[in-house]
């Protein structure tokens, strides 16, 4: 019997790496092989590295050997753990821990003060991580004020409702390849919706759980301003992956966004920030595009960051297009090619980044940390 080469890549191209849907070859775990007279040397190289793994690995390929090439064939295999299981980042669009099933990752966006530009830059984060082919979630869970519907042009549109294996469920409207669902479409426009917070909760957990997201890497979640006990109650209902703080560069917002960072870091929440935005950070007239004016203070909240030792995820400079692309639906990152498109970009490559790290670093985050209550979920407390 003449041993060759291409008999035993061929034998070992039946067998599949776990996990990968790959042939040992075609996956380059297969390194090299050696034949010599009716002896079999083969380098395999594999990501797992317990003994369990080892051993089936290696079985494998001598079971396949011995029957597919040469049943007498005495083979020495040569297992080596690949540096991919030691080091190995999850690629940004394959994120580790899925807290909800299909739901990979929830980022909640947050401020302390109002009127800094949350949703604006909630808005164009969805936009942008769409663009880049994420699969993109983004729940308006702004009870005073839902800005959503607007912003992504479909106040006038109402989620339907899809029957799913048997049960009901909503189906967010889609805009601009972002799914969505606000509290706006459920309420008038103009009526002030005071909710508390466990009523707040029970709604934005049906519309997380009773809804038909199907697939989704980002799920936004537009907050409410301030850092009060709503927060704390939606933040308890859901397994956030990380917050985003939004401030602008003044004094008395940045006082604000470190309470918002504060919020987070609390013991009953427990969530990770995932870093600070700084919105409005210098104006920049649309004819002179090359100025910038720091009306409100230069870096504040570049400092911020770096006083509380949480990543600085980027700018957006005031300009007067993002307020009016806000305003007419259509979220301003969306103009291709203009400095605007390249801010949000540029920040939103950094909030993936800093996902990828917390997800590298930290285990999943609980969905219900807290137990002021022994035994009672926040969304039935009263
Ligand atoms: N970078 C920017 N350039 C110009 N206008 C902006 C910018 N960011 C936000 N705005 C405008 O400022 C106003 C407030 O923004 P936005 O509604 O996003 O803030 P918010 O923090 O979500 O407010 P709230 O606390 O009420 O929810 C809006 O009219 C918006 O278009
Ligand atoms: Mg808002």
């Known amino acids: 019997m003449k041993l060759n080469k291409q008999d035993v890549y061929?034998?070992?191209?039946?067998?599949?790496?776990?996990?990968?849907?790959?042939?040992?070859v075609e996956s380059g775990a297969v390194t090299n092989v050696m034949v010599f007279g009716d002896e079999v040397v083969v380098d395999v190289t594999i990501n797992n590295p317990s003994l369990q793994a080892r051993k089936k690995t290696e079985v494998e390929i001598l079971k396949t050997i011995h029957a597919e090439v040469y049943e007498k064939a005495k083979i020495t295999i040569n297992v080596k753990v690949g540096a991919a299981a030691v080091s190995e980042k999850p690629k940004a669009n394959e994120i580790k821990g899925k807290p909800l099933p299909g739901i990979k990752n929830i980022i909640a966006v947050a401020s302390g003060k109002g009127g800094v530009g949350k949703s604006t830059v909630t808005a164009n984060l969805a936009v942008t991580l769409a663009k880049m082919g994420f699969k993109v979630g983004l729940l308006d869970a702004d009870i005073y004020g839902p800005s959503m519907p607007i912003m992504f042009d479909v106040a006038q549109e109402k989620p339907l409702a899809v029957n799913i294996d048997g049960k009901s469920k909503m189906k967010p409207v889609e805009s601009y390849g972002v799914k969505l669902l606000s509290i706006g479409f459920f309420t008038q426009p103009n009526q002030a919706v005071i909710w508390r917070g466990p009523m707040a909760s029970k709604a934005l957990n049906q519309m997380i759980f009773d809804a038909h997201w199907g697939e989704i890497d980002f799920m936004l979640i537009d907050l409410p301003p301030g850092t009060g006990d709503i927060h704390l109650s939606i933040m308890q209902a859901m397994p956030v992956t990380g917050a985003v703080v939004v401030s602008t560069p003044q004094e008395i917002a940045l006082a604000d966004a470190r309470k918002g960072v504060a919020m987070f870091q609390q013991d009953s929440i427990n969530v990770p920030v995932?870093?600070?935005?700084?919105?409005?950070?210098?104006?920049?007239?649309?004819?002179?595009p090359n100025n910038k004016y720091y009306i409100f203070g230069k870096e504040g909240a570049k400092h911020l960051s770096e006083d509380l030792k949480v990543p600085f995820l980027g700018e957006i400079p005031l300009v007067q297009s993002i307020r009016e692309a806000g305003d007419v639906g259509r979220p301003a990152a969306m103009q291709e090619g203009t400095p605007i498109e390249a801010a949000f970009e540029a920040l939103t490559k950094n909030v993936v980044q800093e996902v990828v790290n917390r997800n590298t670093d930290l285990p999943p985050t609980e969905a219900i940390k807290i137990t002021t209550m022994a035994g009672c979920s926040p969304v039935n407390k009263q």
């Open 10 to 24: 061929k034998a070992l191209e039946k067998i599949t790496v776990p996990g990968e849907g790959k042939n040992m």
């Open 274 to 288: 995932l870093g600070v935005v700084e919105n409005m950070a210098y104006f920049t007239p649309e004819e002179l």
